[in-house]
């Protein structure tokens, strides 16, 4: 005789889940503005598990080394710009760019192995990048972040940037190039159409989204909708070319969305923003607006943050027919956390998937209609509750 019992173990579906890799993704990671980490100082960054110190000399390279002095273990980031040198608050050993010990200002003599680690790094439209390889081998020529249209020109504003730290593994943040639904119950968005390209190191989602009737209303210009084309340029880097579109015309802008790992289970999570100047708006009214989408776009990351601090890590997602490739944008993510000599070619081949967005269009739309009837607003993490 079998007994039908609902809870039985074969019949519940079980969360799987690893420890998050002790390992770091190979690429180019962006560590932050330079105009604040090129200013002179020594600036210390916790990253890939381990320190490091950050300067700028006075030929104008910046430079990142790992913060621990190889004498006695100083931290160099307490130390001082020294001409092109960084010196140890300890001692006052003195460390190039290159990695190597230039001068003992007491010592005769450099010890021959007076070498400590440094970083490849990249200065590219008013960001600072390093190069992460666990098997310690150059970028090759091809895995590069393209330049940005706009930055820097007089037709743009400069980047508002934010930065936070979240206590989670990245990987929760990567999961969302493949989430057209939480757009919906997160961000308060109404997807109109959602696809993805990923092939060798970049992963692409094409996002449409009119806004939600029920969130709809008040002074000023009204959004009607948004297009979106964002790439992950490697396993940290996203570039998203983001026009809103308002009842009085578009508004371009460029929203940047990039990390770096602090340790396994917390990352730093920074964004920028710049906005194309609309012609015949004052500079600074531009800069306001630069500041007012900022200000929107933080609140969507907050709202995602609030989920990531309570969800539980999953590798076995459960999914439905209009949910996106999950399991395949992990597979492309692997390519990062092996050897070159290990990436297959389901890590790298190319792949496209579009979600038909009817049925969530039609279940979505009458859900909003039914809150505008009832005069209420829907519930949205960190926002409305
Ligand atoms: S520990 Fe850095 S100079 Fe001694
Ligand atoms: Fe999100």
């Known amino acids: 005789m079998t007994s039908l019992q609902p809870d039985s173990a074969e019949e519940v579906r079980q ?25 002179g100082k020594p600036h210390a960054i916790t990253a890939f598990g381990t320190k490091l110190v950050v300067f700028r000399g006075e030929d104008g390279t910046i430079n990142v080394l790992d913060a621990y002095c190889r004498h006695m273990g100083g931290d160099l980031s307490d130390g001082e710009v020294k001409g092109n040198e960084i010196a140890c608050p300890f001692h006052d050993w003195r460390w190039g760019g290159d990695g190597r010990c230039k001068q003992i200002p007491y010592s005769r003599r450099v010890p021959k192995l007076a070498r400590t680690a440094k970083w490849q790094t990249l200065e590219q439209d008013g960001m600072l990048f390093v190069w992460n390889d666990p098997e310690k081998k150059a970028p090759p020529a091809d895995v590069t972040i393209p330049h940005i249209e706009g930055v820097g020109s007089d037709g743009w504003t400069d980047w508002h940037w ?9 990987r929760e943040i990567i999961d969302n190039v493949v989430d057209m639904a939480h757009f919906f119950y997160i961000h308060g968005g109404l997807p109109t159409g959602f696809k993805n390209i990923f092939e060798n190191h970049i992963a692409t989602q094409y996002y449409r989204s009119d806004s939600r009737p029920d969130l709809r209303g008040g002074e000023g210009p ?47 999570l920074q964004y920028g ?41 999953i590798d076995n997602p459960l999914l439905c027919e ?42 979505w739309n009458k859900e909003a209609e039914a809150n505008v009837a009832a005069g209420r607003l829907p519930r949205l993490v960190g926002i409305t509750q």
Request: charge should be negative; charged fraction near 25%; hydrophobic fraction near 40%.
């Open 222 to 268: 009204q959004i009607l909708g948004t297009t979106s084309v964002a790439s992950y340029y490697g396993p940290s880097f996203m570039i998203d070319d983001l026009t809103y579109h308002y009842d009085y015309g578009d508004q371009r802008t460029i929203l940047l969305n990039c990390h770096y790992p602090i340790d396994a289970d917390s990352f730093v």
């Open 162 to 170: 934010y930065s936070t730290v979240v206590h989670t593994n990245c």
């Open 322 to 363: 209009e949910d996106g490739p999950v399991y395949q944008l992990r597979r492309w993510y692997e390519q990062f956390y092996v050897d070159v000599a290990d990436v297959t070619p389901d890590m790298v081949d190319r792949f496209e998937f579009e979600i038909d967005t009817t049925r969530p269009r039609e279940a």
């Open 273 to 313: 923003i710049i906005v194309e100047k609309p012609a015949g708006l004052p500079d600074e009214d531009a800069v306001q607006m630069a500041v007012a989408l900022g200000d929107f776009v933080k609140m969507g990351f907050e709202q995602d943050v609030a989920i990531w601090r309570r969800k539980a890590r």
């Open 15 to 39: 969360i799987e889940a690893q420890a998050a890799p002790t390992r770091f993704a190979r690429g180019w990671h962006c560590l932050g503005l330079t105009r604040d980490l090129g200013d």
